[in-house]
């Protein structure tokens, strides 16, 4: 408090305080309340976010280690893989959601239902808005205030929105990234029936109607046309007319030559496959211009045609970008450059945060290129077995799939490690020699950019996260040794494999070659990874019942 000595305080009843901060500018905002003596002696961690990456670490924490706080918009944990599912009533929105109060409730954390809007790192101070206004006894709106949370460990695990391109028209899209999306995409799908079988509608309107275009050819975008076959097939065509299934066409708009492009190639072309059968329109190396109110416009990266397709329903899924309170954080701190995502060190700390203080983890985050190539000689002499000072093709192969099973390099770089043999051998002597590796990992450097953005990489780091403060909770750090995070192992990620569903059939890639393309088997199996990570029993039973509901009852086609 005597930090804040010359600052304008009021005190409250309650004991908390307005504050204006000496660094942060004019603002007179109350210090959050929620601390009392006990708790206030123990370090103070502030969650920002209830998904992937915090709910991993907070399932991690032990119990009396930190007073927790978890502050997010979303008062739920969602399971994202399954979202898709959601859109067509596979299963219900409640069966994928599980309270955040439920899941803190034996770390005996405080939630606090609010948005991060900005950090003061000099004072450790989180700012935050609760989300909207809530009506007082006589009715009448009370205006909510911003307040500050204090913070001794700040965890940034705030996601991620859909980035966008510049693409002009995005408005007119659906994105697929959170409960309601999922809601909204599932009851359009029904009003676009509905519409489409009304008298009054023409044939040209109908067909508009029932053209579901999905922009992005990745495990979203596949997911989501495999579901909306699914529905369309299995359910839909008992109850409409014959004449109305006929115009349904559902199209994948992709800008690179294959779907599902990050996994091997095999599975690329087994889903290929699979859809066209199923007559869904794969349209790849074609990149969009333009959203329009009633149709896309796009490219053919090769002959620079222009195409327009007509939609009913457009869904927007190509990517990832930062959310506008992590673009603040990025833009206030020069050592942040990347404009993708908040730059940590490998023990997921943020970078310009010079106190083991702040940590950034999942979708919002990406660690700092590893630099393959500082690690040369260790590389080279750990893969050199026979110590001939080169490496034989396995020898070299070896290699990779160790470097592959720490960096994102698995499947697509590994397919080419004969073809990278070959380039980089420059003196063709059927070895690798150190500077011919050398200048192999530069190149595997060069591409080497990010973790990507999935579940499983939140989850690990989480994960980390967890076990690293339980047992920084433990050590006492001293004026000689302040930074004990340094001491501590840094964070590894470990490569389990990716799946998809494409409808009746599923794909996984477990990375270093191995896969699994199947009908029903991979979908038994894609089904039960997925139940198996549910967060708790609860949402596990309502998946189960949902998923016996439909194979019973089919999906339901009501609308509300
Ligand atoms: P999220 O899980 O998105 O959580 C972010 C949290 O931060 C949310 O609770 C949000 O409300 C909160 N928040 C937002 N703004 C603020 C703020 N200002 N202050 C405080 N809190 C805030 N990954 C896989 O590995 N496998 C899959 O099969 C898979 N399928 C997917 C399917 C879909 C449809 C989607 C959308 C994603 C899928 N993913 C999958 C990706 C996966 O969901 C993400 O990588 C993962 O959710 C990232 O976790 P996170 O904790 O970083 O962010």
């Given at each position: 408090d005597q930090k804040y000595s010359n600052s304008p305080q009021q005190e409250f009843n309650d004991g908390s305080s307005l504050l204006s901060l000496k660094t942060g500018g004019p603002k007179m905002l109350k210090i959050a309340s929620h601390l009392n003596d006990d708790e206030n002696k123990k370090p103070k961690l502030v969650i920002l976010g209830s998904g992937w990456g915090a709910i991993s670490l907070i399932k991690e924490l032990e119990k009396d280690k930190y007073h927790v706080t978890v502050i997010s918009p979303q008062n739920y944990f969602l399971f994202t893989p399954l979202l898709p599912s959601a859109t067509v009533g596979t299963l219900e929105s409640r069966s994928l959601m599980e309270p955040i109060r439920s899941i803190i409730k034996d770390l005996d954390a405080h939630f606090l239902e609010a948005a991060a809007t900005a950090v003061c790192f000099n004072d450790k101070l989180v700012e935050v808005a609760p989300l909207t206004s809530n009506s007082n006894n006589g009715g009448e709106e009370k205006e909510m205030k911003s307040f500050y949370v204090p913070y001794d460990k700040l965890v940034i695990a705030v996601g991620s929105q859909s980035i966008t391109h510049g693409i002009e028209g995005i408005q007119y899209c659906h994105s697929l990234k959170t409960i309601n999306d999922a809601r909204t995409i599932r009851k359009k799908i029904m009003d676009n029936f509905e519409l489409a079988s009304l008298p009054t509608t023409t044939l040209e309107e109908r067909k508009q109607l029932l053209s579901f275009v999905v922009c992005g050819g990745g495990p979203t975008g596949v997911e989501f046309a495999a579901e909306l076959y699914d529905f369309l097939t299995e359910d839909l065509v008992s109850y409409f007319p014959a004449a109305l299934r006929k115009e349904v066409q559902v199209s994948i708009i992709q800008s690179s030559d294959h779907i599902l492009n990050t996994y091997d190639k095999r599975i690329s072309d087994f889903a290929e496959k699979k859809f066209e059968r199923d007559n869904i329109n794969v349209i790849t190396n074609a990149r969009v211009q333009k959203i329009e109110k009633d149709h896309v416009l796009y490219k053919m990266k090769n002959t620079n045609e222009e195409k327009e397709l007509k939609y009913g329903l457009c869904l927007w899924s190509t990517g990832i970008s930062m959310i506008p309170f992590a673009e603040k954080i990025s833009s206030e701190l020069p050592e942040q450059k990347n404009k993708r995502a908040l730059i940590t060190d490998n023990r997921l700390r943020l970078k310009g945060i010079k106190d083991s203080s702040v940590y950034a983890i999942g979708d919002c985050s990406t660690i700092e290129n590893p630099k393959l190539v500082e690690g040369l000689m260790k590389f080279f002499m750990d893969a050199d077995l026979n110590n001939d000072g080169a490496l034989a093709y396995d020898e070299f192969s070896k290699l990779v799939k160790k470097i592959s099973k720490s960096y994102p390099i698995t499947s697509n770089h590994l397919r080419k490690a004969n073809d990278l043999f070959e380039e980089f051998d420059k003196d063709k002597s059927g070895t690798l020699e150190l500077n011919e590796l050398r200048d192999m990992l530069e190149n595997i450097d060069k591409k080497l950019t990010s973790l990507p953005a999935t579940a499983q990489v939140a989850h690990q780091q989480g994960k980390y996260l967890g076990k690293k403060f339980n047992q920084l909770a433990l050590a006492k750090s001293t004026p000689?040794?302040?930074?004990?995070?340094?001491?501590l192992d840094p964070f590894n990620y470990a490569h389990l494999g990716s799946l998809a569903y494409i409808g009746n059939a599923a794909v996984a890639d477990f990375g270093m070659g191995y896969t699994w393309m199947g009908g029903w088997s991979a979908v038994y199996l894609w089904r039960s990874i997925y139940f198996s990570e549910q967060v708790s029993f609860r949402t596990r039973a309502l998946i189960f019942s949902d998923w016996t509901k439909r194979f019973v009852f089919g999906r339901d086609i009501s609308k509300f």
């Open positions: 000689s040794n302040p930074d004990l995070d340094d001491k």
